[in-house]
Antibody, heavy 118, light 107 residues
């Protein structure tokens, strides 16, 4: 059973780059499109983007100019970098596997809170 | 982007109630609709994909229906562990969007 675990700093300063990593264990990294989603405090879910096994990406247009998602097959990890952050980027960030067959996100990591503050 | 509108935004119910949550899409999304359950401090859990396909391990009291622009999630005989927030998500295109959620709490 595939399990995901996010890691990275919980506090980022405004204008800096938010960097998170998701470790994939218990399954093949080739089986999903590896995704990032976020949830601002008390709010709904926002899809950020995903990376295919090939390395190509698909990003939310609203974040595209600041976003890089990459895959490290040797480490069974994928990463998120979001530049020029503001307080509006404060959220719980989830990594998840997107399954094209069902159009659904499953499995999910537990999520990690990132706060943007001076 | 395709807008997903859930109703109600919250509802109060008791154990044993039948609960129905509606999700409307701003354009037709065919059958490409999933439902998730989220409890406080936890990640969303996939319940149903492609409108009505129940995920393995999800109780049969959960069901989904609909097509095009209108979809429903029904919980028959609500159980204590079902009090949570429910989200719909469209995958008609790869600019995935979610509804704002429906919180089901105790009456």
């Amino acid at each position: 059973q595939v399990q995901l675990q996010e890691s990275g700093p919980g506090l980022v300063k405004p204008s800096e780059t938010l960097s998170l990593t998701c470790n994939v264990s218990g399954g093949s990294i080739s089986s999903y499109q590896w995704s990032w989603l976020r949830q601002a405090p008390g709010q709904g879910l926002e899809w950020i983007g995903f990376v295919y096994f090939s390395g190509s990406t698909n990003y939310n247009p609203s974040l595209k100019s600041r976003l890089t998602i990459s895959l490290d097959k040797s480490k069974n990890q994928f990463s998120l970098k979001l530049s020029s952050v503001t307080a509006a980027d404060t959220a719980i960030y989830f990594c998840a596997g997107y399954q094209m067959l069902c159009g659904c996100f499953d499995p999910w990591g537990q999520g990690t809170l990132v706060t943007v503050s001076p | 982007d395709i807008q997903m509108t859930q109703s109600p935004s919250s509802l109060s119910a008791t154990v044993g109630d039948r609960v129905t949550i509606t999700c409307r899409a701003s354009q037709s999304i065919s059958k490409y609709l999933s439902w998730y359950q989220q409890k406080p401090g936890k990640a969303p859990k996939l319940l149903i994909s492609t409108t009505s396909t129940l995920q393995s391990g999800v109780p049969s009291r959960f069901s989904g229906s609909g097509s095009g622009t209108e979809f429903t999630l029904t919980i028959n005989s609500l159980q204590p562990e079902d009090f949570a927030t429910y989200y719909c998500q469209q995958s008609y295109n790869t600019r995935f969007t979610f509804g704002l959620g429906t919180k089901v709490d105790f009456k």
